[in-house]
Each structure stands twice: as structure tokens, then as C-alpha cells.
């Protein structure tokens, strides 16, 4: 613990990032929690995912703190499984928002298969082949599985239940459209910086430790906002609409 804290403060900005990650979401699941008592019955299960989410996410950070540590590395492992975990049940939110206008099932596997098939082909992608120059394939291959989601909520299915439902779930989703297609936009930026293959086969950061470090700050950036931003809309819908 000692020489853990000491590594940290010694200008250690990537741990910084996972150990503030780690607070930050800590927090952020014990407010969502919290609240669930003073939340309608309507939006109690959107509320409990918010915090599942950061709740989960805080687990993540703790191990990938350490892990990072210990070895100086990218813990892209636990990282994947952190968002193979907490992007499904993002969808689950658009999913339970949009349930009273009729979302059906088939909606909600729809953006979980597309949310798997990004982060799989992301992971060949980063753990298989990040020291090599093909990784930005994966990258593309990847954003199809990303464009198809920022479709689906800004012109598909989610798009239009959510018009036609209250005036509170249109404006909710248009926020949580913002995230998905801004917020979540900072992931592919890191995997350009930190992979081999970077843009089109030319590396973006040419020395491997600084490209490593650059993508997990990145990644623990786009986190911070995207998974506690979400929690937050999620929150305010459920206050404004009893
Ligand atoms: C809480 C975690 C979230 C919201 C993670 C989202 C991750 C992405 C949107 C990742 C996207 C990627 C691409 C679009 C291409 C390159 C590979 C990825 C997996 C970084």
C-alpha cells in the first residue's frame, strides 16, 4: 500500500486517472443508490442500472488500478470485460426508457449484439494485433458496430419510440444521443493513439509506453463522462417526469 501511494503521487498521471476513476465512480453508485428511495417506482430500475453501471466500473478500477501498478501496463483486459459488462447495460437504458412506447425486445438485442460485435472486433483488434500495423482494420471493422448504434438511437428505432413518448424521454434521449455520439467518440481517438496501426497503418504515438499511457488516460476519461454523464440524464429524467 505504501509503495503504491508512493507511485502514484510520484507524477504518476496514468494511475492518478485510474485511482480518481476509481473514487469517482465509487461515488457516483453510492448516490444512484442511495436515491432509489426516494425514486418512483416508474424509473426505479433505470436508477438501479445507473448504478449497477458505475457500481461495476468501480470494481474495474480497482483492479486496473492496481494492475497497472504492479506491471506498467495497459490492463486491457480487465478493461474489455468492464465494457463487455457496463455498454449492455447502457443499452438496457434506452431500452427501459423507451419500453412504455413500445420498445420491444428485439430492440434491446439489437443494440447489445451490435455493442458486443464493437468491443470484440475492438479487443482482436487492441490485444491481438496493437503492435502491429493492421489494428486499424479492427478499428473499422469495430466502428460499424459504433455507427449502427449511433443510428439506432439517433434515427432508428430508439429515435422514434423516444419522439413518441413524453416530451421528458424525447429530450433524455436526445442527451444520452449526445454522449453516444460525442462521448463515445473519445474511444476510438485512444485506440488511434495507442495502437500500432494507429491511422491507417501509421502509428500516432511511435514509442509503445507513451502510446499506452496516452490511450488509458483517454479511455479513463471517455469512462468518467460517459458512464456517470448517463447515470446522470437517466437521474434527471426520473426527477422530472414522476
Ligand atoms: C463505459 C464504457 C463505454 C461507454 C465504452 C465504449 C466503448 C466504445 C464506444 C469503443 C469503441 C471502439 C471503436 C468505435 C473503434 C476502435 C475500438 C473501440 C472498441 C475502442
Known amino acids: 500500500m505504501g509503495h503504491e501511494v508512493t507511485s502514484i503521487a510520484a ?43 458505475t457500481f461495476i466500473a468501480a470494481v474495474h478500477y480497482y483492479y486496473m488500478r492496481s494492475y497497472n501498478l504492479e506491471t506498467g501496463t495497459s490492463p486491457t483486459f480487465f478493461r474489455y470485460v468492464d465494457w463487455l459488462l457496463t455498454v449492455p447495460l447502457m443499452c438496457v437504458e434506452f431500452y427501459l426508457i423507451t419500453k412504455k412506447a413500445g420498445a420491444k425486445l428485439s430492440l434491446l438485442w439489437k443494440l447489445i449484439a451490435a455493442s458486443v460485435f464493437m468491443l470484440v472486433t475492438g479487443y482482436i483488434g487492441e490485444a491481438l494485433n496493437g503492435t502491429n500495423e493492421s489494428s486499424w482494420i479492427w478499428g473499422t471493422i469495430s466502428s460499424i458496430g459504433y455507427a449502427y448504434i449511433v443510428w439506432l438511437v439517433w434515427f432508428g428505432d430508439v429515435a422514434n419510440l423516444a419522439k413518441s413518448s413524453s416530451a421528458a424521454v424525447a429530450k433524455a434521449n436526445r442527451t444520452l444521443g449526445w454522449f453516444v455520439l460525442v462521448g463515445w467518440a473519445i474511444y476510438p ?21 507513451a502510446a499506452s499511457y496516452a490511450m488509458d488516460i483517454i479511455y479513463n476519461i471517455g469512462d468518467a463522462v460517459n458512464k456517470i454523464g448517463f447515470g446522470l440524464v437517466i437521474y434527471a429524467l426520473s426527477r422530472s417526469e414522476e
Do not use: C, H, Q
Not at 14 to 42: D, Q, R
Open 11 to 53: 507524477g504518476n498521471y496514468v494511475a492518478f486517472t485510474f485511482f480518481i476513476g476509481t473514487m469517482a465512480m465509487m461515488a457516483a453508485s453510492v448516490f444512484f443508490f442511495f436515491e432509489l428511495s426516494t425514486t418512483s417506482s416508474k424509473w426505479r430500475t433505470s436508477v438501479l442500472v445507473s448504478g449497477i453501471i
Open 189 to 209: 481517438l485512444g485506440y488511434i493513439l495507442g495502437t500500432k496501426g494507429g491511422l491507417f497503418g501509421t502509428p500516432m504515438v511511435t514509442d509503445p509506453a
